[in-house]
């Protein structure tokens, strides 16, 4: 069994930092792409920032600039650093990874976390 847990949500003044951890843990044998994504009350998922197995990073053009996400293959945890912050990038922030369980192909799948919340406002 695996899981995905989030933290470091909260509320913050526009112009802020926050920095999001995501640590899979359980039956994890490899780790391919970690991915954050964020759902605003109303809207769609949107995919935030993604990272490969290698290093490889890709933004969403409204966060480039001012989100940072990177990755610890050791502990099995992805970040998201977020720097001045605007009300816009108030969220329910979560991320996902697609990764194996075991040596076999037919364990790749992807798990998602269960969130959490950052809230952007004076």
């Known amino acids: 069994q695996v899981q995905l847990v989030e933290s470091g949500g909260g509320l913050v003044q526009p112009g802020g930092s926050l920095r999001l951890s995501c640590a899979a843990s359980?039956?994890?044998?490899?780790?391919?792409?970690m991915t954050w994504y964020r759902q605003a009350p109303g809207k769609q998922r949107e995919l935030v920032a993604t990272?490969?197995?290698?290093?490889?990073?890709n933004y969403a053009d409204s966060v480039k600039g001012r989100f940072t996400i990177s990755r610890d293959n050791a502990k099995n945890t992805v970040y998201l650093q977020m720097n001045s912050l605007k009300p816009e990038d108030t969220a329910d922030y979560y991320c996902?990874?697609?990764?194996?369980?075991?040596?076999?192909?037919?364990?790749?799948?992807?798990?998602w976390g269960q969130g959490t919340q950052v809230a952007v406002s004076s």
């Open positions: 996902n990874a697609f990764l194996s369980t075991t040596q076999s192909m037919t364990t790749w799948r992807t798990y």
């Open positions: 359980g039956s994890v044998f490899r780790i391919n792409s």
């Open positions: 990272i490969s197995s290698g290093g490889s990073t």
